[in-house]
């Protein structure tokens, strides 16, 4: 079930970067600035809130962590465009991840003769593309895009390979039980 919640994200994400262009790293920018703000403030708030109950050294480092995470998630919320180009790296760098994991179970739905070999294009292209993106070949503009595309092709590798995973569970459900467990 986790691969369908998976695939379903990174076609959503893929749509989103096609559809907002570079506005859509802007935004991905700013909530990541979020997940780093929210949870901080409320940990801080916490802590002041029960300072009596807590003393000692064990407090400070926590306060510093914190501290630390407000003014950087605050700093991604003001400031968003500085991070855009690590933020796309990060997402170049996940979707490489994605395509060696989907070159893996591919590879091993096909030991077991399960598929075709056609399928190993898409992963292999996306291997390629998210190397091209990690070393600067494509502009900012297109990056948005490519790497739009290559969350939107993932996240279709992964429903094939779901796919074809439940396909050949139909005819033996103990190959079908062993390649799950190992594609997982």
Request: proline share 2%; glycine share 8%.
């Amino acid at each position: 079930m986790k691969g369908v919640y998976r695939s379903v994200m990174l076609v959503l994400l893929g749509l989103l970067f096609l559809f907002m262009s570079g506005g859509a790293m802007v935004l991905m920018v700013r909530i990541l600035g979020l997940l780093f703000l929210l949870p901080a403030l409320f940990s801080l708030v916490k802590i002041f809130v029960f300072r009596g109950e807590r003393t000692g050294m064990a407090v400070v480092p926590e306060i510093m962590v914190d501290t630390g995470s407000v003014i950087f998630g605050f700093w991604l919320l003001v400031l968003p465009y500085g991070f855009v180009n690590v933020f796309g790296k990060i997402f170049a760098l996940l979707i490489l991840i994605l395509s060696l994991y989907h070159l893996y179970k591919l590879f091993l739905l096909r030991k077991q003769g399960a598929i075709a070999l056609s399928l190993f294009a898409a992963p292999f292209v996306l291997l390629l593309v998210s190397l091209l993106v990690l070393f600067e070949v494509f502009n900012a503009g297109a990056t948005a895009l490519i790497l739009g595309l290559g969350a939107l092709a993932s996240g279709v590798v992964d429903i094939v390979v779901i796919i074809s995973l439940r396909r050949l569970s139909n005819r033996d459900s103990s190959t079908f039980k062993e390649l799950e467990d190992n594609a997982s």
